[in-house]
């Protein structure tokens, strides 16, 4: 008897192995600093999100505190039935002023936002169509919402308008198209052509959709992300972001029109669905998003630009776009990938492989992140490091 589950799950488990695919969970014991607890032992931590070092600060933790102690741990149920709380409707306000839109609605986490935006604007009768290195939580929702799939080379605009002149002739009220792109890429930590893409999807009477995960707290005059520095917020339909990278916390949004939030109210499944997200986190999120407008945000961007700049000086390789801060190291074959960063982590830094399916079969790389949080003198033991480990 080979079918039992276990066994069957042994074998496509053995198969990622010899692949090189398998993936393993490592315990880390401190917060998100460069200084961070791996598997018991110290190591110069590039691997996070936590871009301007705000997951730790102790104004955020102060925040989440007064919360809890005032609104308790659990939200109790969906926004819905009885869990829209204080923190969370102060959430979407502060999300909404950051963000320069009239409304902003918070879902549990980046993922569920995707699933349920675009699972609740187009259907089996629509059309999307998506960058070809958009997250996968974009690809999912795609997939999901049972829409016609299109995908278009990374960043090829010219790609995108033959495709788009495909579907021209078609009466636009039966057959709505939506453009789904993130800002700056999580993987390759460049950046999309988003006037191109404004101007292509005012043309061809589209909509279109920004995922500004990586690019929100790190761009733009308050920060607000690429969109806002493009000065493109009123020509976007729909902007997304991430609660869980710069801003520290967790969780994700929609920041859009009134109408557009009222809409995902009433028909987004995974906002619907889902117990709204703890108080504390959504008073630690509004919290980091003060921060980033203000003062500190404007110092700590300032310090993470400071390290790329010495990364890129040291190393001699510009960065993917200006003053981004996700470096992807490429090497191709996963196997590379892994001993580098088994020789890295020799060396006492921890920068992850990437592999496949977060990028494509023989693209795997290190994806080195910076944070304002890192000192110079631990951004030129990077450097050094990765000369003697690449
Ligand atoms: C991280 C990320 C998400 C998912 O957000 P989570 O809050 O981690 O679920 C979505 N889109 C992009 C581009 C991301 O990088």
Redesign the pocket.
């Given at each position: 008897m080979t079918n039992s589950m276990n066994q069957v799950l042994a074998g496509r488990l053995d198969q990622l192995r010899s692949q090189n695919l398998l993936r393993v969970l490592r315990q880390v014991d401190s917060p998100q600093i460069p200084r961070a607890l791996l598997e018991g032992a110290p190591v110069l931590n590039f691997s996070s999100?936590d871009y301007l070092g705000l997951a730790s600060h102790p104004e955020l933790i102060e925040a989440s505190a007064q919360a809890m102690a005032r609104f308790g741990f659990g939200s109790g149920a969906s926004r819905l039935i009885s869990g829209s709380l204080g923190p969370h409707q102060e959430l979407e306000k502060s999300i909404a002023r950051f963000k320069r839109t009239e409304a902003a609605l918070v879902f549990s986490?980046?993922?569920?936002?995707?699933l349920g935006a675009i699972t609740s604007l187009v259907t089996r009768n629509d059309i999307i169509i998506i960058d070809r290195l958009a997250?996968a939580?974009?690809v999912d929702a795609a997939r999901l919402s049972g829409a016609v799939l299109r995908v278009f080379p990374h960043n090829d605009c010219d790609a995108l308008e033959k495709i788009l002149a495909r579907y021209e002739s078609r009466d636009r009220d039966q057959q709505k198209i939506l453009i789904v792109t993130?800002s700056l890429f999580?993987m390759d930590g460049d950046i999309a052509p988003l006037k191109e893409l404004v101007e292509l999807k005012e043309r061809f009477g589209a909509w279109l959709m920004v995922?500004e995960?990586?690019a929100t707290g790190l761009f733009g005059e308050t920060r607000g992300g690429l969109v806002q520095q493009f000065g493109l917020t009123g020509a976007i339909e729909v902007q997304?972001g991430?609660?869980?990278?710069a801003v520290g916390g967790?969780?994700?949004f929609i920041a859009g029109s009134e109408i557009l939030i009222q809409y995902l109210v009433n028909r987004a499944r995974s906002f619907i669905f889902s117990t709204a997200m703890p108080p504390a986190n959504s008073a630690a999120a509004a919290k980091g998003l003060d921060l980033i407008a203000g003062p500190v945000g404007q110092a700590r961007l300032e310090r993470l630009r400071r390290n790329i700049a010495l990364f890129s000086d040291l190393t001699g390789r510009p960065p993917a776009a200006q003053h981004s801060p996700i470096f992807p190291w490429m090497l191709g074959a996963e196997e590379k990938a892994l001993d580098t960063a088994a020789r890295l982590r020799e060396l006492g830094i921890f920068v992850p492989a990437i592999r496949y399916p977060s990028v494509g079969l023989g693209e795997a790389r290190l994806r080195i992140t910076f944070s304002a949080a890192h000192s110079l003198e631990e951004v030129e033991r990077l450097a050094n490091a990765i000369k003697k480990a690449g």
């Open positions: 999100n986490s980046g993922y569920a936002t995707a997250h939580s974009i993130e999580s995922d995960a990586h997304m991430t609660l869980g990278k967790a969780g994700g």
